[in-house]
């Protein structure tokens, strides 16, 4: 399994989705997740978090509210934002750092 500090190395562009289950807003991102991931195939990767399950992860990227979104690319935070985003807006920002 590859190590989350390998991937977010990467040149490909990163969108993290710190988590958790019991959040009600997380489970409404998922499916726009899925859309994201299916129309970026092969441009962009999509992670997912679950912060209970990954504290450490949560606690270096300082995550105070999920879901929170993250873009990386070659290891650098190229966007962050906190909160329920659209698919058109998340596809346009992984363009961006295409």
Known sequence: MEKFGSIIQGNTPVLVDFSAEWCAPCKMQAPILKEVAAQMKGKARILKIDVDKNPAVAQKYQIQGVPTLIIFKNGEIKF?????MQAAQIIGLLEKNL
């Open 80 to 84: 962050r934002q906190s909160g329920v």
